[in-house]
């Protein structure tokens, strides 16, 4: 089993920058990837970006694709999500997650149901 601890949510202005972090603890041997996910009030869990374990290879949803990049830091097992010009429409709950079973690289790395260990979350506001 792997342990995800999210950090780095708060609140910021439309047009603002925030960062993302993940650590993940425990089995992480078994990790081929790991994803951002998000979930606003009403709405389903969707996908956001997602990184190969060894951090070669990384997906993004059409939403944010050129305002979030994904990265890893192999030393300290997190992963980062840096997002910048944020809107309004990114304010949701964000999770980590883990990928333990190796997928085809595509739009199966954006299904939830491929991903196994999850973290709490943690608060992104954005303010219009």
């Known amino acids: 089993q792997v342990q995800l601890v999210e950090s780095g949510g708060g609140l910021v202005q439309a047009g603002g920058s925030l960062r993302l972090s993940c650590a993940a603890s425990?089995?992480?041997?078994?990790?081929?990837?790991m994803g951002w996910f998000r979930q606003a009030p009403g709405k389903e869990r969707e996908f956001a970006a997602a990184i190969s374990w060894s951090g070669a290879s990384t997906y993004y949803a059409d939403s944010v694709k050129g305002r979030f990049t994904i990265s890893r830091d192999n030393a300290k097992n997190t992963v980062h999500l840096q997002m910048n010009s944020l809107k309004p429409e990114d304010t949701a709950v964000y999770y980590c997650a883990t990928m333990s079973v190796r997928r085809p690289y595509g739009s199966r790395w954006s299904r939830k149901e491929e991903y196994d260990s999850w973290g709490q979350g943690t608060q992104v506001t954005v303010s219009s």
């Open positions: 425990g089995r992480t041997f078994t990790t081929y990837a």
